[in-house]
Structures are given as structure tokens and as C-alpha cells.
């Protein structure tokens, strides 16, 4: 996405690029250069934000922020309000400053809705002051719907993983949905930024081989917004959430992406991204929320697994 221009705002170079190589010809989107009255309605409902934000040497990092429904507002269509900061110890707190480019996804687990707004933070006290650049919502494709309650228990302390260990692994195999940070090339201007996205699939349909993960790609809204910013800088942040026990793994890696995978790959893929790890965190009780599982999405079910 571009600088402001009336109605949608037009593809950045790198999506057009990602979307060519995929073997498509897109338009304009529905992305908006400020919030639109129902996306403003939408953020209060939420108790969790999932946050793209950079850290010390401009990886993304991807992080969560918590709280009572209402703690995301919208004074106006160009900000958002968040009533929260990083939890203690949370390897992301470091990117909350004033000036940093942030990507925010607002995701509603019980009804598969979902809106995402890239800008910058203005202001930091006890909260988290937002102007937004661009928003736009998803489809809801690969939401995987559960209830979810608060539970009484504080995060414990983050630790640091030299590798992947076999609880890591544990989770990310038996894992349906995870949350990716990426950043478009900072020559884009107001048509990079900061984005946090989504992705979901049965259990098992994230591959980890040593210290590399092997993603499928499936069929989506085709807009390529996270796999541009990958083409065009292969850094991202991932974030992992035990929806049972509240475990919370965070990632940084590299990726590469095979765009023409051939069979390679769980029924339904049509791309491949292989994110070799950097650095990885672990945090017990982390999201402060029990989950009851409900239903997998219709074309979760159309997927296959590793």
C-alpha cells in the first residue's frame, strides 16, 4: 500500500512482485488509509490485540497485548488507543517507543472475524497511542473458533532457547493457528511498515525440521501483504499460543519461499515459506486466556497436514 489517495489504496512493489510470482494480476484492495466506522467498532469487543512491532536491530518482533474488552478504542478514524503495555519481560516491550512503526491485528476468535491496522506509535504512558496509516479487514478463512475466558494466573518468566526444545516443538506441531510479524523495505515509505498476520491449518500442518520451520501457503484473499514484505525483507517474528495452557513462543527467523512447491507439501498448498530460526523465547502463561475449542473453519478442513 501507497501513500493517501482517495477510496483503496493500490499494492506496494513488493505485493505486486509476490502476487506476479504467484501467478496472479491484482488491483487496488480494500485498504483504507484511516479506520472505518466498523473497525472502530470492532477493536473495543477484543480482550487480546496481537502486535507486529521492531526490535533494536529492526526484526520484527510479534507480541500480544491483553485486557478487559474496551481496552482498544478509537477516539478517531486515524487512531487507536490501547489500553495496555507489553507484559514484564516480554522480549517485544523494547520496540514500544515513541516513533516506532507498529502492525496490529485485532482477531475475534469466537465469530472469525478480523481487521488489522498498520501506523506508528504517537505516544507511550500507560497505554499505547496508535496513528493509523493503513486498515483493512480479512476474509475468514483458517480461523479456528474457541471460546475464550480470563484465567487467574500471572505470566511466569521468559526464557531464552539456544534451540528448539521438545515442548517447543511440541507446540508448534500440535499447533492450528500462529501469528506472523513482517515489515516492509524501509525504501517503500508509507508503503511498507510494520504487519502482523494470521494463519491457521489442522494440527500438524507446521513442519519443524531441526531449526527450520516449513510453512504452507494456502489458497487466501490473494492481497500477498505478508509475503511482499517477505520478498522484500525476509526477516519476520513469530508468535505461538498454547490456547489450553496460555504458553506463549515467540520467534525470529529468515525466510525463503518456494513459490512453485509442486506436490511438495499438505494437501492444499500452494506455496512454501521455510523460516530459519534465530531466536526463539518462552513464556508459561503468557496469554492470560483459557480457550474452549468450538469448530475448525470450513477450509481449515480442506487442508492437509505434514
Known sequence: MTADTPGFLPFNADEQAAQRLAGYRMGRAPIRSFLPEEHRAFFPLLPHLFTST???QGWPMASVLTGSPGFVTSPDPKTLRIGALPRGGDPAAPGFVTGAEIGLLGIDLS???RNRANGRIVEIDDGVTVQVVQSFGNCPQYIQTRKVMARDEEAGPTETLGRLDE????LIESADTFF??????TDLGAGGGFDMSHRGG???FV???DDTLVIPDFSGNRFFNTLGNLLGDPRAGLLFVNFNTGEVMQLQGTVTIDWHPGETGPAGTERLWRVRLERAWRTRS???YFSIFRDYAPTTLLTGIW
Not at 180 to 185: D, F, I, N, Q
Open 202 to 204: 489442522r494440527p500438524g
Open 180 to 185: 506472523v510479524a513482517s515489515r516492509g523495505r
Open 167 to 170: 515442548a517447543a516443538r511440541d
Open 54 to 56: 521492531p526490535d533494536a
Open 207 to 209: 513442519g519443524v525440521h
Open 111 to 113: 465469530t472469525r472475524r
Open 286 to 288: 503468557g496469554f492470560p
